[in-house]
């Protein structure tokens, strides 16, 4: 082998390398998008969930509205407190978090004390629906199948015996489940508040108590041991949190509710559960 | 028929039917399952793979013909670069899918997004380089020139796409089917494209 | 138009189960003490209430007027005292709003309207005018105004008005009772409806199994060019395309109305309901009801009062022989199945039904095996195989592309799945899916 040939060969391959690379780097230059590496880096710093919480597409279409300062870091439900703060000190804006609020079936209804109606179709709330109203005897109550839990993207929501039971530890409010709910029972509460009122029947008592053993029959003890509409409000015939002014955990042994409807959120969601998989 | 015209034929059909890159030469099997979830993101893989193919057979046949295979005499012995094929090759389809990538960005950025890791790995798809370097190695009238190389190129890339659309509309039926739990996925994926390959056998004879 | 009539596509053949009440003459049901008026009985805007508790009201008399054109009014049916404006298990399963009304027994008379006795030369708005006020609705089974339908807008013409006689579900035999025995009234409802459409003729469309309110009709129908259609028993025969294709061989476009094909279809109930609210100024008060069904004691045809609740219908009928499995209101094929007794019969509760346990049984539902049967039986030719395994993935726009708003929910492919897969609730609920979809778009 002659050392002319080793040169040819490493010269004509350098001459194609640097050829082909020129013509990259003019269309590179020609074909630029520019990028806001902002953009990038805030993604990064935000979860990835995609779960649309903040009302945006996804996460990406988030952190580009927080650029453009048209959203605060805070809006994102998933995020915990640091990381809204990483973001805001990144972009050196405010940070604009809000309360944190969780989820909140407004039923205790499960298999044991309700009156339900024999049901063989589809396992979804939402097909469920269209048929019958639902098999419950209760028109306003879960009806168990589990729509919510499927539309969780944090498996915060346990089916429990056909009651969609909220884990509010899971829960980062993304309000997937809001959106998803046939019978519109699930609401967003602050984290904060202890007690719920778990029925959002506005029938009149008697009917309720007909369907469910466990429904809110407005028999006010709960207002009266909470001192008169400052921690709990009565709408109709149904009780309902003061969220602006919630009640302490003690209402509910205080109160000693005929119905059991009044629980504290700890005490209902609680037993072995670590979500689900997803 | 002239030699020429038959040669064309044996190109074309072979190429996309008879000997299919993926179902017959089993080249290209990363994308084909990777990309063909949906239609959507199949169909544009197709598209950037033709792009690529074609480009790459015409410009590697020009470095072929008229840098590799040139010989030329050192020292009283006559020698050519042949042995930089596979070196020369990768380096044009590395270079022919950044150019994509980038005019990709550009042009349609929804279709970019969707086809991800995919469309750098173009760059070491086996079906790009194979075409490649199957045409170096052509002996036939039509396929050793640059242009009968080029048609190959597109040819065969057309057969790449058309097996990959076919698998994705498949695979999007799939997805409505009851499948055993043991199967699901890349599994019964698998057992598809084998049936899909063993269909497209009844082509051989064709040509 | 040929006296033979087409054939439409698909359709099954269920056991018709119809010789339990068939023989059986059309009753008056004994004055209650208590109804119970759904408010919303139609299809579209519900009613605006007019009366309020304590409220007394005579027999007839406005309970609340029409909420928009696509609308009804209420009457009273019977006189006596509104109780109270409560809430009343409603046929879909949710608690609807009702007029609860104390009877006093009189039965006092307050018509809203008096006859018009000589609706020949009686204009065609005003005669359409009446059909709203009386409240007349589609008594088939789906509700909807049938005022609505007799006013084709601008540029729509209508060349054929159709009785719709068929009667197709199992069990049912109301219509056919009533075209036995009122043929005169169905013909001259016809002839009216024809009048106020500005039409000569009129079709009654009647399947070829009630060949005695066939030969009943034909005597009488000559009187007013009224032309009597017997037509081949297929289930859905009684369904308005179905129909119309079978007596016209036109076909209803996916998402058009019938008017579009120039045609008018309405029950035949309603058309006695028309000449009574016109030649005997009578409001839609009351309608021919089947109650049948293997469990009942003496199934029989009755005539009771909107808002008899169907617990009373069931004593009358004599109460049940063996505990039913399964309460519908409507026939087996298209009926809705019911959770509670306090429902009362509406102005289109056709049947009420009761099942016995050893005609249904709990499936569970099975993969599809792609039988294609259910598309063989499918009178609007979509695939519901397809479309069912579309929606069991969620895959609502697949249904979408699959035209499943095509549907006209016969049940057919469920009756035939030997897989027994709940394909016409996949249906329901893509659609229901797809119009919230839609609802959101527009928003």
Redesign the interface.
């Known amino acids: 082998m ?1 050392l ?2 080793i040169i ?2 490493i010269i ?2 350098g001459i ?2 640097v050829l ?2 020129v ?2 780097g003019v ?2 230059k020609a ?3 520019e990028i806001d590496e902002r953009i990038e880096k805030v993604e990064e710093l935000l979860p990835g969930a995609n779960c649309g919480g903040c009302g945006f597409a996804g996460c990406s279409a988030f952190a580009k509205a927080v650029v453009a300062e048209e959203a605060a870091p805070g809006q994102c439900p998933v995020c915990s407190g640091d990381d809204v703060a990483n973001i805001a000190s990144y972009l050196g804006i405010e940070a604009g978090q809000g309360e944190k609020m969780v989820a909140l079936v407004r039923c205790s209804g499960d298999i044991s004390n309700t009156v339900r ?2 049901y ?3 396992r ?1 709330c ?2 469920a629906v ?6 419950k ?1 209760c ?1 306003y109550g879960c009806l168990g199948f589990g729509s919510c839990a499927n539309a969780c993207p944090f498996g915060a929501i346990e089916m429990r015996d056909g009651l969609a039971v909220v884990h509010p530890e899971l829960c980062v409010g993304c309000e997937n489940c809001v959106a998803t709910c046939p019978k519109n029972l699930i609401v967003m509460v602050p984290a904060a508040a202890e007690v719920h009122v778990y029925c959002n029947s506005p ?1 009149k008592g008697a ?1 309720k108590r007909q369907v469910c053993k466990t429904a809110c029959i407005a028999c006010r003890k709960c207002v009266k041991a909470s001192g008169e509409e400052e921690h709990m409000l009565v709408d109709g015939f149904l009780v309902k949190t003061n969220y602006e002014n919630p009640p302490s955990a003690d209402l509910v042994e205080a109160s000693a509710c005929p119905t059991t409807a009044l629980r504290v959120a700890g005490k209902h969601a609680a037993n072995e559960y670590q979500g689900v998989s997803k | 028929m002239s030699e020429l015209t038959s040669e064309f034929l044996v190109i074309t059909i072979g190429a996309i039917l008879v000997n299919n890159f993926v179902l017959s030469k089993f080249l290209g099997i990363c994308p084909f399952l990777g990309v063909s979830k949906k239609l959507d993101t199949a169909l544009g893989m197709s598209g950037a793979v033709i792009f690529v193919m074609t480009l790459a057979s015409l410009v590697s046949s020009l470095i072929n013909q008229f840098l590799l295979t040139r010989d030329f005499v050192i020292g009283g012995r006559t020698m050519n670069l042949q042995f930089l094929q596979t070196l020369v090759f990768i380096v044009v389809i590395a270079s022919l899918v950044q150019l994509v990538e980038i005019i990709l960005q550009k042009v349609s950025a929804k279709l970019y997004e969707s086809l991800g890791i995919f469309l750098p790995l173009i760059t070491t798809n086996c079906a790009v380089l194979g075409c490649v370097v199957l045409n170096a190695k052509a002996t036939g009238p039509l396929q050793s020139t640059w242009y009968g190389a080029t048609i190959y190129g597109f040819c065969s890339a057309v057969g790449f796409a058309l097996a990959l659309v076919l698998f994705s509309s498949l695979r999007e039926k799939l997805d409505l089917a009851q499948v055993p739990k043991a199967f699901e996925g890349t599994a019964i994926s698998l057992v598809t494209a084998g049936i899909l390959a063993m269909a497209f056998l009844g082509f051989s004879g064709l040509v | 138009m040929s006296d033979k009539p087409r054939k439409f596509k698909g359709g099954v053949h269920p056991s018709d189960s119809k010789a339990l009440s068939a023989s059986c003459a059309i009753q008056d049901a004994p004055l209650l003490d208590k109804y119970v008026v759904i408010m919303h009985q139609n299809i579209g805007a519900p009613p605006q209430l007019l009366v309020k508790k304590g409220d007394v009201v005579k027999k007839g008399q406005l309970l609340a007027k029409a909420g928009g054109f696509v609308s009804v009014p209420l009457h009273a049916p019977t006189s006596g005292t509104v109780s109270a404006i409560d809430k009343c298990p409603g046929p879909t399963g949710i608690s609807v709003p009702a007029i609860h009304i104390d009877a006093d027994g009189e039965d006092e008379w307050g018509s809203p309207f008096e006859p018009i006795a000589n609706w020949q030369n009686c204009p065609a708005g005003e005669l359409r005018q009446r059909v709203w006020d009386a409240g007349i609705v589609g008594m088939g089974g789906a509700g909807f105004p049938a005022h609505v339908k007799l006013s084709p807008p601008e540029g729509k013409e209508i060349d054929t008005l159709i009785l719709n006689g068929a009667e197709c579900e199992p069990y049912l035999t109301a219509d056919h009772r009533l075209m036995l025995e009122q043929a005169e009234d169905v013909v001259l409802g016809a002839a009216i409806l024809a009048r106020i459409l500005g039409l000569e003729s009129a079709v009654i469309g009647i399947e070829e199994n009630k060949p005695d309110a066939i030969a009943k009709l034909e005597e009488v129908a000559g009187k007013y060019h009224v032309r009597v259609q017997p037509l081949p028993v297929n289930y859905p025969q009684g369904a308005e395309k179905q129909l119309i294709y079978a007596i016209t061989g036109r076909e209803v476009p996916v998402g058009k109305l019938p008017m579009d094909v120039k045609c008018v279809v309405q029950n035949v109930a309603s058309a006695v309901a028309v000449a009574d609210a016109v030649v005997k100024g009578i409001p839609s008060i009351e309608r021919v009801t089947t109650v049948t069904g293997r469990p009942v004691k003496t199934p029989g045809n009755w005539r009771f009062r909107i808002g008899t609740p169907i617990a009373k219908a069931l004593e009358l009928a004599g109460g049940i022989t063996e505990q039913p499995a399964k309460l519908l209101l409507g026939g087996p094929m298209m009926g809705i199945a019911q959770s509670s007794l306090g429902v009362t019969v509406m102005k289109n509760t056709s049947g009420i039904l009761l099942i016995s346990s050893d005609e249904v049984s709990l499936y569970s539902s099975e993969p599809c095996i792609r039988c294609g049967r259910c598309v063989e039986v499918c009178p609007m030719s979509i695939l519901p195989a397809t479309i069912s395994q579309a929606v069991e993935n969620k895959r609502f726009d697949w249904a979408q592309e699959l035209n499943v708003q095509a549907c006209i929910e016969c049940g057919s492919c469920s009756y035939v799945c030997p897989s027994h897969r709940p394909l016409n609730q996949h249906f329901k609920w893509a659609k229901v899916e797809i119009a919230s979809k839609l609802r959101r778009r527009n928003d």
Do not use: C, H, Q, Y
């Open positions: 002659e002319k040939f040819i060969s004509s391959t194609i390398g082909l690379g013509i990259i269309v590179a074909f630029a998008v109606s024999l063989n179709g589809i979804d939402r097909s269209v048929v019958a109203g639902g098999a005897g028109d029938e009917a």
